[in-house]
Each structure stands twice: as structure tokens, then as C-alpha cells.
């Protein structure tokens, strides 16, 4: 009896995460992502392609790509296979996860889309996964706090993985924690958290403008490299001042009160 012959992997299928022996799904335009789209968006993020050449060439919106391969382990991670069970659990996931509102399915959905759109938003500005998921949730909360057992229910994830999100966060300055009248914890984000992130990344650039300066004199005036750094100096300086003074401005315009009739 022969034997079977090892199947050589193409290198997109290689990258893919192996072969697809199951059914040819059908991609729908808009509709979700299909396990074939999946392994060329694959092979394209192991090529080095920007998000918005792949999704052309799948006819998606490059949102669609970027979502995708952030949520499913970044640009180094990402696998097709691996990306495609996830969708499938997540999914499985909402059908028993219990109802946010009295909205339509569709309005349920459009609301699960945008918590994942700005979930993705925020890991891309550097938050892990599970504390940018709490924070999402706590956003977008028509009450405006939410306990540890409701982000449980909403998440469908442990009471551990919530507590070291909020714990993260907490850290970072960007919610407080407050009891309500039957004694249980509330978290709540910070009003002026946005504020507090912008003037934060103005000092980081300004930062950067007091480094470039500083090896201006060590390199010596006047040299290829000083002239350099003293560029990078003065603009860092110049972005840095402006967003101060816009920020501090649309604080005072926001923390206005109605003038009185």
C-alpha cells in the first residue's frame, strides 16, 4: 500500500496557518470576514502590506482589516486559522450573552460592532486587550458606572481579569471607584480623562523637544547631527505648546456651566 505523500504548503498557506479542508465560504460584501479572507489577510501582514493595500485587494474598508488583526494579536501574531475560531467563539459568545438594553438586533448589534470598533481604537493607543474592553464598556454605559459583576455579565469574562483591568486603570488615573446606596462598588471613568491623556502626551513631546536640545550641545553647534536635533527640538516644542494651550481652552469652553436666563 503506498504511502501519502506529505502536502508541501504553499507560502501563503503557510502563513495562513495551515490548509482549509471545510467548505468554500461565500465572502458577502459587508458582510464577515470569511476564513479565506482571513489567510490573505494573513499572508499579507507576513509580506509587510499596509492595512489599506490589503483591503483593497479584498474590497473591505481598511477598518475592517485594522480591527481585525489587532483583535486577533497584532501585525506578529496574527493567524487565520487561529483569528476565524476566535470570531466563532465570540460569536457563540453574544447569542448567550444577556441583552444590553431594550434596543432591535439590529440596533444590539451596531452597538456590539462600535464597543469592538473603539476597543480596537484604544488597544492601538497602547491599552491590553481586556483593560481597553473594560474601559469601552464603562464609556458607553448609559448609567455612567458599572459594577465588577456587571462587567463580568457584559464581558463574559472572569471576576479576575476584570479586577486586573480596573486595578490597571485605577493606576493609570483614568477611574475612580465609588460606593452606590446598597453599599457596592461602582467604577466610573474620570471626567476630564481625555484632558488628562492629552496633557500627558504634550509633556511626553515636550520631553522629547528637552532631550533633542540637550544633545544639540553635546554634539556641538553647527554639525550635520546638532542641526538635526535642533529641529526636532524646535518643532517638538512648538506641537507641545499648542496642544497645552488648546487643551487648557476646550477645558474651560467644556467645564462652562449654561449661563443663566
Not at 481597553?132 to 455579565?153: I, P, Y
Not at 485605577?170 to 491623556?197: F, I, K, P
Request: aromatic share 4%; glycine share 10%.
Amino acid at each position: 500500500m503506498d504511502r501519502e505523500q506529505p502536502v508541501a504548503l504553499s507560502r501563503g498557506e503557510r502563513y495562513a496557518g495551515g490548509i482549509n479542508h471545510g467548505r468554500t465560504e461565500i465572502a458577502v460584501p459587508g458582510g464577515r470576514l470569511t476564513q479565506q479572507e482571513r489567510q490573505q489577510i494573513a499572508l499579507g501582514v507576513a509580506d509587510g502590506l499596509a492595512y489599506a493595500e490589503i483591503a483593497r485587494r479584498l474590497d473591505r474598508p481598511t477598518s475592517t482589516i485594522t480591527r481585525e488583526v489587532m483583535r486577533n494579536g497584532g501585525p506578529t501574531a496574527y493567524r487565520a486559522d487561529l483569528a476565524h475560531r476566535a470570531t466563532e467563539h465570540r460569536a457563540h459568545r453574544r447569542r448567550h450573552a444577556p441583552s444590553r438594553g431594550q434596543g432591535t438586533p439590529a440596533q444590539s448589534e451596531a452597538v456590539r460592532e462600535y464597543e469592538e470598533a473603539f476597543t480596537t481604537l484604544l488597544m492601538g493607543q497602547g491599552l491590553p486587550k481586556m483593560t481597553a474592553r473594560v474601559l469601552t464598556c464603562l464609556f458607553t454605559a448609559d448609567a455612567g458606572s458599572l459594577t465588577a459583576s456587571e462587567l463580568v455579565r457584559h464581558l463574559q469574562v472572569s471576576p479576575a481579569s476584570v479586577s486586573k483591568a480596573i486595578a490597571f486603570l485605577e493606576g493609570q488615573g483614568l477611574l475612580r471607584r465609588e460606593r452606590d446606596e446598597r453599599r457596592r462598588e461602582r467604577y466610573l471613568v474620570n471626567d476630564d480623562v481625555w484632558y488628562q491623556s492629552t496633557i500627558a502626551g504634550a509633556r511626553g513631546i515636550a520631553q522629547v523637544a528637552e532631550t533633542a536640545r540637550r544633545g544639540v550641545g553635546i554634539l556641538g553647534p553647527g554639525t550635520p547631527a546638532a542641526t538635526r536635533l535642533e529641529n526636532i527640538a524646535r518643532f517638538s516644542d512648538f506641537i507641545s505648546q499648542s496642544i497645552l494651550r488648546a487643551a487648557e481652552q476646550v477645558r474651560d469652553i467644556l467645564h462652562t456651566g449654561p449661563e443663566a436666563g
